[in-house]
T-cell receptor
Framework: GQSLEQPSEVTAVEGAIVQINCTYQ??????LSWYQQHDGGAPTFLSY????GLEETGRFSSFLSRSDSYGYLLLQELQMKDSASYFC??????????????FGTGTQLKVEL | DTGVSQNPRHKITKRGQNVTFRCDPI?????LYWYRQTLGQGPEFLTY????????KSRLLSDRFSAERPKGSFSTLEIQRTEQGDSAMYLC??????????????????FGAGSRLTVL
């Protein structure tokens, strides 16, 4: 099966940079995704890495190292509205047709003034 | 398109009753997923459909749970003889297939707002 580990909670101040790490174990890795979920809201897609390296989307960047089974989400110029839970998710091509995402337990980010 | 729509948004029921949730995906998406989320946890996969075919079911999905997607459009998730442990947020998501959007296809899920179930 798959397993993912990410910190349960991270606190940072407005305007700072924060990195949320994710390590995973899976047999048929086929991509790492990141989702954001505000309290009471639906998870929304942020970023995807299928290959090693950095992907940048505005203030958010995501990095993947397949050899280390590791990725991170980098949030720059933090804003209060970034306070939310962030989930990494892996797709395993060898499990059940390779069409489901397995989510981590999430990292709750608190942005303070 | 208004995104993924789920109803009801909230359902309170007594133990032993049956409940049904409905999901209307984004119209051009051919994949539809059901996930369950409890407080402080990430979404847990339950099942998914490609068009009208149910292609995978989690072992979390006991025989009290059944999902359908007639005609490959909307989907329903029914829970029979509800138990208190079924209390959770039931999330529906939809996506394109990989061939429709390269590798991004099935990695980009659009979630609905969820249906919160409380079993008393």
């Amino acid at each position: 099966g798959q397993s993912l580990e990410q910190p349960s909670e991270v606190t940072a101040v407005e305007g700072a940079i924060v990195q949320i790490n994710c390590t995973y174990q899976t047999s048929g890795f086929y991509g790492l995704s990141w989702y954001q979920q505000h309290d009471g809201g639906a998870p929304t897609f942020l970023s995807y890495n299928g290959l090693d390296g950095l992907e940048e989307t505005g203030r958010f960047s995501s990095f993947l190292s397949r050899s280390d089974s590791y990725g991170y989400l980098l949030l720059q110029e933090l804003q209060m509205k970034d306070s939310a839970s962030y989930f990494c998710a892996v797709r395993d091509i060898l499990t059940g047709g390779g069409n489901k995402l397995t989510f981590g337990t999430g990292t709750q980010l608190k942005v303070e003034l | 398109d208004t995104g993924v729509s789920q109803n009801p948004r909230h359902k309170i029921t007594k133990r032993g009753q049956n409940v049904t949730f409905r999901c209307d995906p984004i119209s051009e998406h051919n994949r539809l997923y059901w996930y369950r989320q409890t407080l402080g946890q990430g979404p847990e996969f339950l099942t998914y459909f490609q068009n009208e075919a149910q292609l995978e079911k989690s072992r979390l999905l006991s025989d009290r749970f059944s999902a359908e997607r007639p005609k490959g459009s909307f989907s329903t998730l029914e829970i029979q003889r509800t138990e208190q442990g079924d209390s959770a947020m039931y999330l529906c998501a939809s996506s394109l297939a990989d061939r429709d959007r390269g590798l991004f296809g099935a990695n980009v899920l659009t979630f609905g707002a969820g249906s919160r179930l409380t079993v008393l």
